[in-house]
Nanobody, 123 residues
Framework: QVQLVESGGGLVQPGGSLRLSCAAS????????MGWFRQSPGKEREFVSV????????LYADSVKGRFTTSRDNAKNTGYLQMNSLKPEDTAVYYC????????????????WGPGTQVTVSS
């Protein structure tokens, strides 16, 4: 069993930056693919990014490409989402998730989820 906890969310002005962290319990973090998803009120949960178990491969949604960067430190059982040039439309609850399959972008393909952290982009 793996437990995840996100942190680093908050209120930021448009154009600002935030760094989200995802801390995992257990000794198997490095064997999982890690994804980031987000959900706004009234909308379905949407894919943001995914990183391979080793950290050597990443994929981003078109809406965040060039602005967001995902990374992981397997020695610390922690993943990250660096978010730059934030826009009001990035406002959402952000979730990290772990799954067994490389490169997946659908939420149902992930087994473990954190409770989420709120990101609000507003002036």
């Amino acid at each position: 069993q793996v437990q995840l906890v996100e942190s680093g969310g908050g209120l930021v002005q448009p154009g600002g930056s935030l760094r989200l962290s995802c801390a995992a319990s257990g000794r198997t973090f490095s064997s999982y693919v890690m994804g980031w998803f987000r959900q706004s009120p009234g909308k379905e949960r949407e894919f943001v990014s995914v990183i391979s178990s080793s950290g050597g491969w990443t994929l981003y949604a078109d809406s965040v490409k060039g602005r967001f960067t995902t990374s992981r430190d397997n020695a610390k059982n922690t993943g990250y989402l660096q978010m730059n040039s934030l826009k009001p439309e990035d406002t959402a609850v952000y979730y990290c998730a772990l799954g067994p399959l490389h490169g997946r972008t659908r939420s149902y393909e992930y087994n473990y989820w954190g409770p989420g952290t709120q990101v609000t982009v507003s002036s």
